[in-house]
């Protein structure tokens, strides 16, 4: 939702560092909605909270947020990243964001966020990737941004609308059968609101970059002595897309091939 209204090729990214059994989680999407991410430690259980959910601010715990944009800037050939730090308030994705967007770029709103997910027998899909032990039957969530020097009685009234909902979470909305234009009305009640236009809904994306040529570049960055020992002991090597969990297995001597095969001082 953050990245809506991105340039397609500017990204954002979050990086939440904490000290919790989840290990990290970072999350990138660009302007064309496509987006990948992970955790440090997948296979973590969390328990419920006091709300019966996921306790997602135990599994990330006390640490830092890291937050990356890259921006088209006039005159640049290649986007320009920023990067802010701040500390996690919560530890619960959307609420942190929102922290964020308020304190380092002072923009008021308010965000909410989740996912509905029941329990699978874990095993492997047709692509031979890893399951993970629960099936997403929901997600979803909104974002209300507001503009500067906002009508007082306008904030009033959306925070009385957002008192209104907060039972009642996103996840929750989709599963009662409401649309994103019905939400939009619970959002902006009693403020008269009016859609300029209905525009066909953006496509979200999951999307990884990961490939073979990617990992071969990883393994050029290792010492030449630690790529020799490999292959000396005729094993064959798996390497592991952190956000896809595609495996990537390569027998010595295709390690050898593509190594020899690279010029001198190529990374």
Not at 30 to 46: F, M, Q, S
Not at 52 to 59: M, N, P, R, T
Not at 240 to 257: H, Q, V
């Amino acid at each position: 939702m953050i990245a809506d209204g991105l340039e397609e090729d500017e990204t954002f990214q979050v990086n939440f560092q904490g000290d919790g059994p989840l290990r990290g989680v970072l999350a990138l999407a660009n302007g064309k909605l496509e987006a990948r991410g992970y955790v440090g430690n997948p296979a973590v259980t969390l328990p419920p909270n006091a709300k019966g959910k996921f306790d997602v601010g135990q599994g990330v715990g006390k640490g830092s947020l890291q937050v990356v944009r890259t921006k088209n800037l006039p005159g640049e050939v290649v986007s320009s990243p920023y990067t802010s730090i701040t500390e996690i308030k919560t530890g619960e994705i959307p609420e942190d964001i929102n922290y964020f967007l308020c304190d380092s770029e002072q923009k008021e709103g308010a965000l909410a966020a989740g996912v509905y997910v029941n329990g699978l027998d874990p095993g492997t899909d047709r692509n031979g990737l890893c399951l993970n032990g629960a099936l997403v039957q929901a997600a979803g969530g909104w974002y209300v941004s507001l503009l500067p020097f906002p009508n007082e009685d306008a904030v009033a009234q959306l925070q009385k609308n957002l008192e209104a909902i907060s039972h009642r979470s996103p996840t929750q909305m989709i599963r009662d059968g409401l649309s994103a234009e019905d939400i939009l009305q619970l959002l902006l009640k009693d403020m008269a609101p009016q859609i300029m236009r209905r525009a066909v809904p953006a496509s979200l994306a999951a999307s990884c970059k990961c490939s073979e040529e990617r990992v071969m570049r990883t393994l050029r960055l290792l010492p030449r002595s630690e790529i020799e020992d490999i292959m000396e002991k005729h094993e064959d090597i798996e390497v592991k897309c952190e956000f896809c969990g595609k495996r990537y297995n390569m027998t010595p001597e295709e390690i050898k091939t593509n190594l020899d095969a690279t010029p001198k001082g190529t990374p």
